[in-house]
Structures are given as C-alpha cells and as structure tokens.
C-alpha cells in the first residue's frame, strides 16, 4: 500500500502569510494526488486535484504543485477563513490513501 | 443544489451491525462512482470504500475488507455501507463523497479519481 506523510503536522501563521505544506507518498503517485480542505466539525472540501489543477470556485490563492513522490500545496497569502487542516490523498492506486493531515491555525 | 445527505448513524455495541445510507439529489447519480471516508473522532480522514457507477467495481480498504459491504441503488439515487463485526476502531464519522473519474492524458494514462461533493456525515458509535 502506498503511505503519505505530510510536513509540517501544523503550523502557525498569520493573515497574509505565505504558506507551503509538503505531501509525500511512498512510491510514485505521478500527478494522482489530491489536495482538501477541512474545516472543525465540517465536511472536507476540494481543492486541487491531479497534483495541481485547481477546483472550480477555489481562490486563486490556492495551488498545487509535484510530481512522483513530493508535492506541494501553497497558499500565497494566508486569509482568516484558511485556518484549517489540509490532507493530501492519493488516487494512484484504488486505496484511496490520505495524508495524516496538517492543521493551519493562528 | 448538488447535495448528499447521510443517515444510519448511531450507537451499536460491538459485534453488532448498521447500514448507513447516503441519498444524492440535483446530479445524474447513476453517472458518477461514490466513496465511504470516514474520521474516528480527533483523527484523521480514511478512505473506506468506494463503487464504481455501474457497481462493476467495488474497493475496500484493509481495514474493514470483509466485514463491511458497499452497495448503491441508482434507481433510489442511493448509497448504501452494511457494516458487520463493528469494533470500538470503527468509531467515526461517515462521509459518503462524489467521485469524479477522468481519464489521464499524460502517460501513465490511469484515471484521475477525487472527490468534489461530500455529505455532511453521519456518527457511528461502537461501545457497550
């Protein structure tokens, strides 16, 4: 099965922030990596799929970027309403892995 | 408005048994492949399962391979998770989730599969 890690487990920043989270998968997952974002007792939400396209109606503010083993999910200026916990998740393989998660807070 | 809406959740006590449901309105469900995801309380997201549209394709994860069974009726515009043999590990909340499946077009040319419409989820309690 292949493992995702995330770096750093969480982080603090402030409003304007630029931010970059690691994801990083035990094989290669070429582009099959997705990116969510979730909010505390909310459904997860979508942000990137395929390493780096961005979801329609997702801010600009957020990209994605990797290929293989390491990727990246940036935020190029942190707004309040970021402050959340971001997963990666592998769609490589049919066993849908996530990464441990990395929580953004204040 | 595209919406998934689960239910089934509640206490069990271990050993015991629950089928949770998801109900899908505003999108063509017979279209699209569903996961389960799920969250023990405090933890992170676990991909549970997943179907695919025409329910030719089912995935489990280890965790739960044969004691949990993914079924949908797209009749119903229905998804459905018979759980068996609960533990006190399957303690969560259940999401069922929208698959999009596209197909690559840069080698190695598999399927892009992510997850563009969640539910709100619904609580699963194994204790005694």
């Known amino acids: 099965d292949i493992q995702m890690t995330q770096s750093p487990s969480s982080l603090s920043a402030s409003v304007g922030d630029r931010v970059t989270i690691t994801c990083r998968a035990s094989?290669?997952?070429?582009?099959?990596l997705n990116w969510y974002q979730q909010k505390p007792g909310k459904a997860p939400k979508l942000l990137i799929y395929?390493?780096?396209s961005l979801q329609g109606g997702v801010p600009s503010r957020f990209s994605g970027s990797g290929s293989g083993t390491d990727f990246t999910l940036t935020i190029s200026s942190l707004q309040p309403e970021d402050f959340a916990t971001y997963y990666c998740?592998?769609?490589?393989?049919?066993?849908?892995?996530f990464g441990p998660g990395t929580t953004v807070d204040i | 408005e595209v919406q998934l809406v689960e239910s089934g959740g509640g206490l069990v006590q271990p050993g015991g048994s629950l089928r949770l449901s998801c109900a899908a309105s505003e999108f063509n469900f017979s279209n699209y492949s569903m996961n389960w995801v799920r969250q023990a309380p405090g933890k992170g997201l676990e991909w549970v399962s997943y179907?695919?549209?025409?329910?030719?394709?089912?995935y489990y994860a280890d965790s739960v391979k044969g004691r949990f069974t993914i079924s949908r009726d797209n009749a119903k515009n229905s998804l459905y998770l018979q759980m068996n043999s609960l533990r006190a590990e399957d303690t969560a909340v259940y999401y069922c989730?929208?698959?999009?499946?596209?197909?690559?077009?840069?080698?190695?040319?598999?399927?892009?599969?992510?997850?563009?419409?969640w539910g709100k989820g619904t609580t699963v309690t194994v204790s005694s």
């Open positions: 179907i695919s549209s025409s329910r030719s394709a089912t």
């Open positions: 989730a929208r698959v999009v499946v596209v197909p690559a077009a840069i080698p190695p040319y598999y399927y892009y599969y992510y997850m563009d419409v």
């Open positions: 094989q290669s997952v070429s582009s099959y």
């Open positions: 998740q592998q769609s490589y393989t049919t066993l849908f892995t």
């Open positions: 395929a390493a780096s």
